[in-house]
Each structure stands twice: as C-alpha cells, then as structure tokens.
C-alpha cells in the first residue's frame, strides 16, 4: 500500500505543479502573448482544444467531452493497475504515476476551462514544437517509462 501511496503521490505533485504554473501563465501572460527567454524557448499562452500536438484543435467540439471521458477511464485503469503492481517494477509505477498525474492536469483543464493551457515552446530557426505544459511533460516521460518497462520485460528470459 506504501508503494501506491508514493506514485499517487507523484501524480498529485505533478498536478499540483501542472496547475500551478498554468495559473501563472492565465494570469500573467494574454492570448498568444510571447516571452522570448532564450534564442531557443519561448513563455507563450496557448489553448489547446484538441490531444496532443494540437490534433483535432476545434474549440467547441465534441473532442472536449470524448477526452475527458477518455482521461478518466484511463485514470481508472492506471488506479488499478497500481493496485496490482508487484513490489519488482518500479520503473512501471513510475511510468504510472507520471501519466496519471499528467492525465488529470489536463483533465482539470479540459472540464474548468473547455481547453488545456499550453505555455513552454521551444523553436530554432524554421523549426518550431507545438507549445506544451508540465502535464504534457509528465505524459510523455510516463509514456517513455512505460515502453522501456515493456521492452525490458520481453527481453526478461522465461520463468521455468
């Protein structure tokens, strides 16, 4: 039970970080409003209506709804498979945390706001990555860890 306590914990700090600095940028920054900090990256307000990268980005739309749905049952499966976890993967429980915690600071976006607030965008010469936040950040790193736990289980030779 400790052990699920400190990946839920983990989940609740990268909410807590996730919503933090997204009310930061809603109450300093203004719609598409641009803070050059370096050559490379940028402060910038962005709302994004769609998944990741802006896919299906159209405000008003049934995505919204579809992805809150989505968010919650895959925050459901993540809860209980955390419960199943065995004390021998602990690159899976933080696979698990991080995507749980990156999972409902967007999910908190999508049902306060109808949008996720985007604010960190890097650029370099033509090159520009769609804005992201924290919760991004969690998702995507959770999603690494989650595959290296796979792959390091397919390479794991046969129990007898």
Same mark, same amino acid.
């Given at each position: 039970? #400790?052990?699920?306590?400190?990946? +839920?914990?983990? &989940?609740?700090?990268?909410?807590?970080?996730?919503?933090?600095?997204? &009310?930061?940028?809603?109450?300093?920054?203004?719609?598409?409003?641009?803070?050059?900090? +370096?050559?490379?990256?940028?402060?910038?307000? &962005?709302?994004? =209506?769609?998944?990741?990268?802006?896919?299906?980005? #159209?405000?008003?739309?049934?995505?919204?709804?579809?992805?809150?749905?989505?968010?919650?049952?895959?925050?459901?499966?993540?809860? =209980?498979?955390?419960? $199943? +976890?065995?004390?021998?993967?602990?690159?899976?429980?933080?696979?698990?945390?991080?995507?749980?915690?990156?999972?409902?600071?967007?999910?908190?976006?999508?049902?306060?706001?109808?949008?996720?607030?985007?604010?960190?965008?890097?650029?370099?010469?033509?090159?520009?990555?769609?804005?992201?936040?924290?919760?991004?950040? /969690? +998702?995507?790193?959770?999603? /690494?860890?989650?595959?290296?736990?796979?792959?390091?289980?397919? $390479?794991?030779?046969?129990?007898?």
């Amino acid at each position: 039970m #400790t052990r699920v306590l400190f990946y +839920l914990g983990l &989940a609740g700090l990268i909410v807590i970080a996730d919503q933090a600095s997204k &009310a930061v940028v809603v109450a300093e920054l203004d719609l598409y409003q641009r803070i050059d900090v +370096l050559p490379f990256f940028s402060w910038v307000r &962005a709302h994004n =209506y769609g998944a990741a990268f802006s896919l299906f980005d #159209t405000p008003g739309g049934i995505q919204r709804w579809f992805f809150v749905v989505l968010a919650v049952g895959f925050a459901g499966f993540i809860g =209980y498979e955390l419960r $199943r +976890l065995p004390p021998s993967e602990p690159l899976l429980g933080w696979a698990y945390g991080l995507v749980l915690g990156g999972a409902i600071g967007n999910l908190i976006d999508r049902v306060v706001h109808g949008y996720v607030v985007d604010f960190l965008y890097f650029n370099y010469g033509g090159w520009d990555f769609p804005a992201f936040n924290v919760a991004d950040t /969690a +998702l995507s790193i959770g999603a /690494a860890l989650w595959i290296l736990s796979m792959v390091l289980e397919m $390479r794991r030779p046969a129990e007898s």
